[in-house]
């Protein structure tokens, strides 16, 4: 059963919330408190775990964040911090990768940059809000769409450091 639009809308709130969480902390805190989660930690091949741009900060605040807005939203507290936090481990997956690849921090690689932070969180509620494969298909296809449209607009904001 396909899920109703305002329910697909929902999540898709929730997953910016997350997504952007980190990015707004950087803005106005700067670089206080921004820990990055790897401790710096480098691995045989000479590269970081994640980068210095995968912070605890940013890591901690997307699931407050979630867990704040998914109430106003009609979820519990918790799947909004679930939501949260699988959409730091999708980035943090994301990373890892992008580092064994060679590419720099915060250097874009589509769909890399977007499917895994959307996709987890979802497969993880997939159950308990009744989502069909195709709900799930239709929530990280148009995140995947939305972020690589809005990439431009937030960066002439300055919101967003890189154009992508």
Do not use: C
Not at 64 to 93: C, E, N, Q, Y
């Amino acid at each position: 059963m396909l899920l109703s639009a305002i329910l697909i809308v929902k999540l898709l709130i929730l997953l910016v919330l997350a997504n952007g969480a980190p990015v707004l902390a950087q803005k106005i805190l700067g670089h206080r408190w921004d820990w990055p989660i790897d401790g710096n930690l480098k691995l045989p091949d000479n590269a970081p775990l994640f980068g210095s741009s995968k912070t605890l900060r940013g890591f901690v605040l997307a699931m407050l964040i979630t867990a704040m807005a998914a109430p106003l939203m009609g979820f519990s507290w918790s799947l909004g911090a679930v939501i949260g936090l699988m959409a730091m481990l999708g980035d943090l997956f994301s990373s890892f990768i992008k580092r064994r690849m060679g590419f720099p921090p915060s250097s874009r690689a589509p769909g890399l940059d977007q499917i895994p932070e959307t996709l987890l969180p979802m497969l993880v509620v997939k159950s308990s809000l009744g989502m069909s494969w195709l709900d799930v298909f239709i929530v990280v296809a148009v995140f995947v769409l939305l972020e690589i449209s809005l990439s431009k607009w937030l960066y002439k904001i300055n919101i967003r450091e890189r154009p992508y």
